[in-house]
């Protein structure tokens, strides 16, 4: 049964990545026959080159994407070299199931208020250290360098980062190496720099590469805080596959093409500089200089994380606040008049959306995880290991441009079963991540006790259910937390795949958010975060009933 | 003598017109029962979206219909979608059921043959639609036809606060003025957001020395000739508009968070009810108050139709003709709800049906929409000049 | 209490009194000795008394958890207050603990101190391997190594960043037989012609350095009784 798993996977996930990504190919050089279109030609590139401000529209969006990566990197490498195991470690730890949790629509729903010209941040300090009684004429949000939409995507990635660092460094043993570097001579985060980060990286590799596909082709957080005069070229092909006019879903091919191309030369890009560093590098790590006292970085890096903490606390908090404001003019620090009222007037229509993503997010997160416990089962016993790479291929590749293949695809076969579909597209972005977060864990455990297990005579079937999961019951939990909390803020292939027609709280909030309906907005924003929410605090909190259950029952 | 009995001839003669088309009526609510009409509507105001929902309640029990209202943020996705059905062969059972267009949509789903009708006759509630006073036979220039529906009436307008000062939007000018005077606190929503592209027409009605040939199709001889008073117009407002002219809200209900938030001053909508509905539920200023330029506010009327190749015709017509009915047209009028101005001749109501509604609105004098390819022109021509 | 009986030139390590508490029990009471230039002092217990805490506490990275008093010192200076980079105790652990991204030379150049140039670095990395025959494996990667390749490059490793003082815990029990006769030969020549006091936690007999009694270690009691 288990030898199915391997084919499985692939014909679940990797044939049709494959067939989706093929088919952009033939509409991006104009043969699209659901148009009419049936002869060859590189109109549609010529178009995309020619169309206005196109060129500004990519810088943009390898700007935002390289920047919004290279910013959390630095940030989390920077952290864990400075304050490993100090009063922030502790701290962050545990808020990093909460930041986790907090979907990407949300926050930057949150952050567009916090820094707008007639925010929080603003409102706060306004008029007793401003003198203002008008917001200011700025353009802190959808600001034409993408500096708010690179902010956010990094303080957003931070937390994935730290937890995928924190998950390899448990395979490293980082205690002994530091305390032998230190016994050289070396400065604690020059131990780091020397030592641990080069046995990190590679750890992490694919966890980078996936922020920076995911920064340099989002949508739904460029809708909210990007530039939109031009936008980042994602944003602008998502507006060309949504044109009425067939013509432009051939320049929309063309341009999914072109982002697919872009992340696969950034991936390069940052590829190749790895090898430069370490090649040029290599004789810095051994000249001997053991580094200062790093109190100057230590303290940009502490500032840096506390800040994250900070805005990401105020952006929660501010989703709250406007849910529950009647009147809040500038520029006062809270509402002047609070109600319940947008809530119990929005309460009779954001069941539907919150059931359709409560269902979704269920029957997607428990699938992915049969699946990954399926396949990764499936290795243990042969001794295989899947290479990451393929697990995380959809990870890698541009959300925008595979799903518009694989919908390019369904019209051509006239495919209709929308919903099966949603649920497939969200099933291709869980499963890399549930696995991710169990990998670690499962192929670390024990073979021993299996072993012993069976020699008592059990079937291998029930050896599994009753002593390989249960000793794994937390990993696996929290990765189903984390596939639930993924698949409840998917808003691509709800859209893309659904046609509109199953719309969850992320798809509201993405539209109520753009609209500009602030409260309605702050409402979705929250569900989305609750949702969410929930399945961390099932995951986190069932095993410690399942204890407290078992402890009770020898006592009690 | 002879009049009676020519009364009685003409009764004889409605009636056997009437009944067989209220037989026809029972067909079709029978056909209806138990249908689901899938109905793709813009998404973007929560008082439509909250309207609906009423009205998929009272369509569920009175005709056991499910009405879903799937929200699209331009309905011009929904006719690329029924276009595409239509090249792939799908000629029943398609995905959209009823739509909610006007304008240059409506044209291009009128010419690509995208549309089920005549079906309009057919609504027994059709006969209370203002025919008389209402522009309602054509489309923003285009026949109707019965192929669509009349559903409401838009008028741009322009909301501001009384609180703070006169209406600035009475001319282009004193619109000018005051964004030369109070920097940063004017905009639009960006073209081609409808609110946006309408706000366009809007000002070029006015500043247009002769809007004739705005009224007809456009040529490319006289297009740059035309739209000339606009542009430098607008070169001249957009140094003093919000965020100087370099990044637009992107429509009605961000304008309005904008103008709640303190960061302008105006709030461009189509619904002349908005800011009374607005001012009641909270989302702006008790004291805001809507106006009309002095030309005459653009309006048009905003229609249902039913796509060719729905497979559920029978109930959205249901739909459509309980939409029309007096009991939802006040509701949809009442400024509590969405306060959207209704389409019936109050005239042809009942005592009761007429208490229904508000006796003291009045729609403001208004100018007609130009033809719907001026619309593409003008939305063309203002991304090139300052759409990047 | 034992003391070597060689006197040689060099630093003396000195414990007095040296009393380290858990959170409820204490792991050492009153524990003292002195550790001549190039001597090297046995200490052993069963496991869980608390051998590598010791090492740790002399090295500077007591956890947290703990709390000590006494002293410490080298050459009659106290360690008290001097960090862990300033202390100069090297150490050798039972896994070689070689950094897996750096060649055999560049392990060896990370030990040797910061004010020496890149050649003299370099040479000093060669003549470390020549010592103990490896001078084939300067490029090759650390995973390539055997154990007891490894074990001799951790060593001259530690040598290279002249340390005043160091520890050794269980360095040789990850070795099978023949090696580590022949390996613990060479650790304990090297300690005495460089003069380095040594502390050195086994659990082995046969590790023991001819004439030395070791010192032998208590499991810990706790403070309150129940």
Request: with cysteine; hydrophobic share 45%; charged share 15%.
């Amino acid at each position: 049964m288990l030898r199915l798993a391997p084919y499985l996977v692939t014909a679940l996930l990797g044939v049709p990545i494959l067939a989706g990504t093929a088919s952009l190919i033939l509409p991006a050089w104009n043969y699209f026959p659901a148009a009419g279109l049936k002869e060859f030609s590189a109109l549609p590139w010529q178009l995309l080159s020619g169309y206005p401000g196109i060129m500004t529209s990519f810088f943009l969006t390898l700007w935002t994407g390289l920047g919004a990566t290279l910013l959390s990197l630095t940030a989390t490498l920077g952290f864990i070299s400075f304050c490993w195991q100090s009063g922030w470690w502790r701290v962050a730890r545990k808020l990093l199931a909460p930041l986790l949790a907090v979907p990407h629509v949300a926050f930057a729903i949150g952050f567009a208020f916090l820094v707008a010209p007639s925010g929080w941040l603003l409102r706060l300090i306004s008029p007793a250290l401003t003198g203002w009684h008008h917001p200011p004429n700025w353009q802190t949000v959808q600001d034409p360098m993408g500096l708010a939409l690179m902010l956010a995507m990094s303080l957003k990635e931070i937390p994935f980062l730290l937890l995928m660092s924190m998950a390899a460094l448990s395979q490293i043993d980082v205690e002994r190496q530091v305390w032998l570097g230190r016994s050289f001579g070396y400065s604690p985060h020059r131990v780091w720099y020397k030592l641990l980060l080069p046995q990190l990286y590679p750890s992490i590799r694919l966890p980078v590469f996936a922020v920076l596909a995911y920064s340099l082709c989002v949508v739904d957080m460029a809708l909210i805080l990007g530039p939109n005069r031009p936008a980042t070229l994602a944003v602008q092909v998502y507006h060309w596959f949504n044109d009425p006019d067939f013509h432009w879903k051939t320049i929309a091919a063309a341009g999914a093409l072109t982002l697919l191309l872009t992340t696969l030369a950034c991936i390069g890009l940052l590829v190749f500089i790895e090898a430069t560093w370490r090649k040029l590098g290599r004789f810095f790590l051994v000249n001997g200089r053991r580094g200062g006292k790093g109190r100057v970085p230590g303290a940009i890096t502490r500032i840096h994380i506390g800040l994250t903490l900070v805005t990401s606390c105020m952006v929660a908090a501010g989703l709250i606040v406007w849910s529950l404001a009647r009147r809040w003019p500038f520029p006062a620090n809270v509402p002047t008049r609070w109600s319940l009222s947008n809530w119990i007037r929005e309460a009779a229509f954001f069941g539907d959306p919150l059931r359709t993503s409560l269902v979704i997010a269920t029957v997607v997160s428990i699938g992915a995880l049969a699946l990954v416990l399926f396949s990764m089962e499936y290795q243990a016993s042969n001794d295989r290991r899947w290479p990451l790479l393929a697990i995380c291929l959809p990870l890698l590749l541009p959300q925008l441009s595979m799903l518009f293949g694989v919908r390019l695809l369904a019209i051509r076969t006239g495919l209709q079963a929308q919903f099966p579909l949603v649920l497939w597209g969200h099933l291709l972005y869980v499963f890399p991540y549930v696995y991710l977060c169990l990998a670690g864990s499962y192929f670390a455990f024990d073979p021993r006790y299996m072993h012993t297990a069976l020699a008592l005579g059990r079937s291998r079937v029930y050896v599994y259910f009753r002593v390989k999961l249960p000793l794994l019951i937390k990993p696996v939990l929290f990765s189903w937390a984390v596939g639930f909390g993924v698949s409840i803020l998917q808003f691509l292939p709800t859209l893309i795949l659904g046609q509109g027609r199953y719309p969850t709280v992320t798809t509201e909030a993405v539209a109520i958010a753009t609209g500009g309906n602030r409260r309605m907005a702050a409402i979705y924003a929250l569900l989305q975060l609750l949702s969410s929410v929930f399945a961390y605090g099932i995951a986190l909190g069932w095993p410690r009933w399942l204890a407290h259950r078992l402890k009770c029952g020898e006592s009690c | 003598m002879n009049s009676h009995k020519l009364i009685v001839a003409l009764a004889a003669t409605l009636f056997l017109a009437v009944a067989p088309a209220a037989a026809d009526w029972r067909t079709t609510l029978d056909e209806a029962r138990n249908r689901t009409v899938y109905f793709n509507a813009w998404g973007g105001s929560s008082e439509v979206n909250q309207y609906l929902r009423w009205a998929s309640e009272e369509v569920m029990r009175r005709y056991d219909i499910v009405l879903k209202h799937v929200k699209v943020s331009d309905i011009a996705q929904t006719v690329s979608v029924i276009l595409a059905e239509k090249a792939g062969g799908r000629h029943d059972n398609g995905s959209v059921d009823m739509v909610w267009i006007n304008g240059e949509n409506f044209k291009a789903m009128k010419q690509a043959g995208l549309l089920y009708g005549p079906f309009t006759g057919k609504l027994p509630n059709y006969r209370l639609v203002n025919l008389r006073n209402l522009p309602l036979n054509e489309d923003f220039t285009i026949p109707v036809e019965g192929l669509e529906a009349p559903w409401g009436v838009g008028q741009l307008n322009i909301i501001y606060d009384r609180a703070k000062g006169p209406f600035p939007g009475v001319n282009s000018r004193v619109l000018l003025e005051y964004a030369q005077k109070h920097v940063g606190r004017i905009s639009y929503p960006k073209p081609p957001q409808f609110h946006g592209s309408s706000f366009l027409k809007q000002l070029l009605l006015e500043l247009a020395p002769d809007t004739s040939p705005l009224y007809r199709p456009v040529e490319k001889s006289d297009m740059v000739q035309v739209t000339r008073p606009l542009w430098r117009y607008l070169d001249r407002l957009h140094p003093v508009a919000w965020r100087k002219g370099r990044a637009f809200p992107t429509g009605s209900a961000h304008m309005k968070q904008l103008m709640d938030d303190g960061e302008l001053d105006i709030a461009i909508s189509f619904n002349p009810q908005d800011a009374a509905t607005a001012a009641r539920n909270g989302t702006l200023p008790p004291t805001v108050a809507a106006g009309a330029m002095e030309i005459g506010a653009l309006t048009n009327c905003h229609f249902l139709a039913i796509p060719f190749n729905s497979g559920n015709k029978a109930a959205a017509e249901v739909v459509i003709n309980f939409l029309l009915s007096p009991e939802a047209q006040a509701r949809k009028a009442d400024t509590r709800y969405w306060g959207d101005p209704t389409i019936l001749d109050l005239e042809r109501l009942t005592e009761r049906e007429r208490g229904l509604f508000d006796p003291d609105f009045h729609l403001f004098a208004g100018i007609a929409e130009p033809h719907p390819s001026w619309q593409t022109a003008l939305e063309k021509m203002w991304q090139e000049r300052y759409g990047h | 209490m034992a003391g070597a009986s060689i006197e040689m030139r060099g630093i003396m390590l000195e414990v007095e009194h040296l009393c380290i508490h858990g959170p409820d029990f204490e792991l050492f009471e009153d524990l003292s000795f002195r550790v001549p230039p190039g001597a090297v002092l046995p200490l052993m217990g069963p496991s869980g008394c608390g051998k590598s805490t010791l090492l740790a506490c002399i090295s500077g990275v007591l956890p947290t958890a703990f709390n000590y008093t006494g002293t410490i010192s080298l050459n009659g200076s106290k360690l008290d207050s001097v960090p862990v980079e300033e202390r100069r105790i090297g150490i050798l652990f039972q896994d070689d603990l070689l950094f897996p991204h750096m060649t055999v030379a560049e392990n060896l150049m990370f030990g040797i101190p910061a004010r020496i140039r890149r050649p003299q670095r370099i040479g000093q990395a060669l003549a470390a391997l020549k010592a103990v025959s490896m001078e084939a494996f300067t490029h090759r990667r650390v995973t390539t190594l055997s154990g007891g390749q490894k074990a001799r490059v951790s060593l001259m490793r530690t040598l290279l960043s002249k340390p005043k003082a160091m520890l050794l815990d269980e360095p040789f029990s990850r070795l099978d037989r023949e090696l580590r006769t022949s390996f613990r030969e060479l650790v304990f020549s090297k300690i005495r012609a460089m003069g380095v006091p040594t502390i050195l936690v086994t659990h082995d007999h046969e590790d023991l350095p001819p004439g030395v009694e070791p010192i032998l270690l208590r499991p810990p009691e706790k403070k309150h009784a129940g």
